[in-house]
């Protein structure tokens, strides 16, 4: 960084590091940068000597997601870290009408289903969405007709994992 500054500084301009960032600018960013192609997700190692991926209990992989919907479309994102920090993203537009709450069950479901694919046993979910968090963590009703097809799904995903823990950021 203090590269950086040194070289902007000769144009008169100041690097300023951001001290957070919120997960909907994150989903919001990989969301606009989607792929309009279906991929498969390609989960080989490009290193041929490593024989196994292993969490320990003691670090579990994290999972962040979050849903966008506005006038200009639908789009969902999810971010998996490893225990050690390595970030994997995914992102994908909606092709379908649906309500905020109804993109961040999307993104949570996309997370999970790309977790199960990778074999993640442990894993941390962290969302900025109360009442996505709050239904799945059984602490609030699902009332809305819309959500609880959702929840079902994501409830049935869980079976897949040995310790899953919902996290609520503000």
């Known amino acids: 960084m203090a590269m950086w500054q040194i070289l902007l500084s000769e144009f008169d301009i100041v690097y300023v590091s951001q001290k957070a960032i919120k997960g909907s600018a994150i989903a919001e960013f990989l969301a606009s940068r989607a792929l309009e192609d279906d991929e498969p997700l390609n989960f080989d190692f490009p290193n041929e ?3 196994c ?3 320990t209990k003691d670090y579990p992989w994290k999972l962040s ?3 966008a ?3 200009v479309g639908n789009g969902i994102g999810a971010v998996s870290v490893s225990p050690n920090g390595d970030y994997y993203p995914f992102t994908c537009k909606l092709d379908f009408d649906c309500t905020n709450n109804m993109t961040e069950y999307e993104a949570c479901i996309m997370g999970l289903r790309a977790a199960i694919e990778r074999r ?7 969302e900025d969405s109360a009442l996505v968090i709050y239904q799945l963590k059984v602490e609030w009703e699902t009332r809305d007709p819309k959500l609880i097809n959702y929840r079902k799904v994501v409830l049935g995903l869980l079976e897949e994992f040995e310790d899953i823990t919902f996290n609520y950021n503000s």
């Open 49 to 51: 000597e490593l024989m």
């Open 53 to 55: 991926v292993a969490a």
């Open 65 to 67: 997601f979050d849903g």
């Open 69 to 71: 919907s506005n006038t």
């Open 120 to 126: 993640i046993r442990t894993l941390e979910v962290y």
